[in-house]
């Protein structure tokens, strides 16, 4: 099973809403990120976990949380977020953080800020 | 940090034709790099990558070369389908590190 699924596929929130963008792996991977993609532009690194632990934040606002509850789990939680923060949010695994390793990209959540 | 960049913008071939994507990196501590295809309402998926202790790799109608001396890579897709329609996407990154770089991309439009 290479298979990274995420869960809404799409999403529609107010500003003063509150939601979680949930993914998960069952490869074993102990290495799981997020990524922001607007349209016609590459993925854009937000998060890292390695071994569920934070390694990297690239910057990322606070109004976006990040969680991993297990090593198969990756949670993103969105709070009083913006019309620009409208974009696909891409989760990705891969063996480790560091090295050579494929990155095994979800479908993506379609997230709309209103 | 890295940064890299991929040429051109959107390319249009005819069916059988090849494909040729280029991108230029800036680390020369950069030492894996990977192509992705995304296509529409998917993630990116990975098609090939090469490390810098090889110049070329081949798979099928897919092959990837790199010049460590010039900082560039480049994909060549032959006999092309209209399947290859997609984004490309090149990649680069530093394994001692965690972060890919991705290039700007590639739209890729193949005409039967």
């Known amino acids: 099973d290479t298979e990274v699924t995420q869960t809404p596929k799409h999403l529609v929130m107010g500003m003063t809403n509150k939601k979680s963008l949930k993914c998960e792996q069952h490869m074993g991977h102990r290495a799981m990120y997020w990524y922001k993609q607007k349209a016609k532009k590459p993925p854009e690194l937000m998060f890292v976990?390695?071994?569920?632990?934070?390694?990297i934040n690239e910057s990322v606002p606070s109004r976006f949380s990040p969680e991993c509850p297990n090593s198969s789990l990756l949670n993103l939680h969105l709070h009083a977020l913006q019309p620009e923060d409208s974009a696909l949010y891409l989760c990705?695994?891969?063996?480790?953080?560091?090295?050579?390793?494929?990155?095994?990209f979800g479908p993506g959540t379609r997230l709309t800020v209103t | 940090g890295e940064n890299v960049e991929q040429h051109p913008s959107t390319l249009s071939v005819q069916e059988g034709d090849s494909a040729v994507i280029k991108c230029t990196y800036s680390?020369?501590?950069?030492?894996?790099f990977p192509w992705y295809k995304q296509e529409l309402g998917k993630g990116p998926q990975l098609i090939i990558d090469i490390r810098s202790n090889v110049g070329e790799k081949k798979d099928q109608r897919i092959a990837v070369t790199l010049n460590k001396t010039a900082k560039h890579f480049s994909l060549h897709i032959t006999e092309t389908q209209p399947e290859d329609s997609a984004v490309y996407f090149c990649a680069a990154k530093n394994t001692g590190f965690q972060k890919l770089v991705f290039g700007t991309g590639t739209r890729l439009l193949v005409s039967p």
């Open positions: 990705a695994s891969s063996q480790e953080a560091t090295g050579g390793y494929e990155q095994y």
């Open positions: 976990y390695s071994y569920e632990k934070l390694s």
């Open positions: 680390d020369s501590a950069s030492n894996y």
